[in-house]
């Protein structure tokens, strides 16, 4: 029976452009000659122990109900935007439709009729 050749199948994702960072030692030179501030890096996430841990960072906090507070707020906005569409607009008059009255045209009803004329 032998071995099934492998099939390696085409894609059309693509990656995003790669730069080549500088390096520390280069970074470090450049800094300590030029007398720059450092100005990249991560923010502080240290706070003062009086002040307690910040939510954004505790790993206990229930990101639950953040989250069920963000959606309500989402979804009062979307139930306020429908209500507006409502609203008349002042200044806009509304279109008047005049419909003809044919008499072979238009449906007619039919109880108490025989159907004959």
Sequence with gaps: MG???PYY??????????????????????VVKNGEPIKDGAPLVYTERKDGVNAAYNIRTD????????????????????DHK?????????????????KDGGAESTNGTTGTK
């Design 63 to 82: 990101r639950w109900e953040i989250a069920a507070d963000a959606m309500d707020a989402v979804h009062k906005a979307m139930i306020a935007k429908r």
């Design 9 to 30: 199948g085409s894609t059309q994702i693509t990656s995003s452009i790669k730069v080549e960072g500088e390096p520390i030692e280069h970074k470090i030179e450049r």
């Design 86 to 102: 409502g609203v008349s607009q002042e200044g806009k008059e509304a279109k008047v439709v005049k419909l003809k009255k044919d």
């Design 3 to 5: 071995y099934k050749t």
